[in-house]
């Protein structure tokens, strides 16, 4: 028996929890399937005219991207916090930082990353350029994350309470809002021939400040919710 | 050697137990008793740091165990009501993981051999939502086979297992505390350690 590291834990933690996302496989489809629904429908319901649906591409799919990935937060360390593997968490001989954060990756890729994927094939139906597309798919890869991390805190927070989905919603779609704005300023920008570089840096150091203090935050939520 | 000095625990604000006092030694064994709802658990969930005592220091080897944190949770091993296993895992995998939370890494020849000697031969590796309750416990009891740990805190180890399970983990208990361990544990059901002196603390 070896004892191991804050990394072995890290990448366990992410690979338990992809294991587990992938048995589970219909909560990973159903916020994939939320998002391509909701952006699919707008086109639909507004009409076929290209110039107002390239015009709102960037916010169909930014809010969409935004309320899909809130699908998914609740259950993020309720299933854990139900059965028990919470408590053993917090007894883990590392910080409890390092298993959330490990946690949040495996949320971002089972949860974030299939979005962005997903992102280019829908944005085809607003008729975006390349470069639009191009640019929506970086500013999706640095956002999402983002929307992980900030939901975390949310989902630590209401972790346990009753209609704690909605409370969620309430605490993180405001926390969210910065990465919606330059989310959507890169990819409108990048579309009317603008330099896009400084909203993306923007969102780069969103994700470094919250990469930082959201898996400490939420180990002290998750703390909290303990009690 | 595990200190524990004046410790007072409400929850809400009903007040469970105050003024408690007791000290445990490698090679010691205590029964939390009491009636339900007397604070057995919320006792056993304070000396594993989940819960903030109201008042009174909870010390190992001389720190306080707040102050310890990581360097505490290393030494302890705790099992509780909820089994902390996934229903979507099999025996294995559950045991592989639920020791690497505990900073163990695990070869899968080592969690078979647990696995077999808590009676679930042939079972590793069914999904753990296709087994009985008791089994399910024996797979949560199995990291008490791979365990390192010095002070285990037990909550029910006994529910929903049959008579050769618990003579198990009787044996457990008394190669423990034959290791200088310490084990602080609550049941309902008889439990029986051989030639060790069973210290009791009643809550009332």
Known sequence: MKKSGMLDLLVLVIRRDLVLAMRRRADVLTTLIFFVMVVSLFPIGVGPEMDMLRKMAAGVLWVAALLA?????????????????????????????????????????????????????????????MRSLGVLMVSLLLGTPVLSMMGAIGAALTLGLRGGGVLLSLLVLPLCIPVLIFGTGAVEAASSGLNFASHLS?????????????????????RISME | MLEVSNLACSRGDHRLFSGLNFNLHPGQIMQVQGANGSGKTSLLRTLCGFLMPDVGDIVW??????????????????????????????????????????????????????????????????????????????????????????????DEPLTALDVAAVALIQELIVAHLARQGMVVFTTHQPLHVAGMEMRILALS
């Open chain 2, 61 to 154: 080897n001389g720190q306080k165990i707040s102050e310890l944190a990581e360097e505490y949770h290393d030494e302890v091993l705790y099992l509780g009501h909820l089994n902390a296993i996934k229903d979507e895992l099999s025996g294995l995998e559950n045991l592989c993981i639920s020791a690497g939370i505990a900073g163990i890494e695990l070869g899968e020849k080592e969690a078979l051999t647990a696995l077999r000697r808590m009676g679930l031969r042939g079972r590793e590796m069914l999904p753990t939502k296709v087994l009985s309750q008791g089994q399910r416990r024996r797979v949560a009891l199995a990291r008490l086979l791979v365990s390192d740990a010095k002070l285990w805190i037990l």
């Open chain 1, 202 to 222: 923007l969102l780069g150091a969103l994700l470094v400040l919250a990469m930082v203090f959201t898996p400490w935050v939420t180990a002290q939520a998750l």
């Open chain 1, 69 to 129: 990935s809130m699908l998914s937060l609740g259950r993020l360390f309720s299933a854990d916090y139900l059965d028990g593997t919470l408590e053993q968490m917090m007894l883990a001989p590392q910080s409890l930082s390092m298993l959330v954060l490990g946690k949040m990756a495996a949320h971002w890729m089972s949860s974030g990353l299939p979005l962005v994927l997903m992102a280019p094939v829908l944005g085809l139906q607003y008729d975006m350029s």
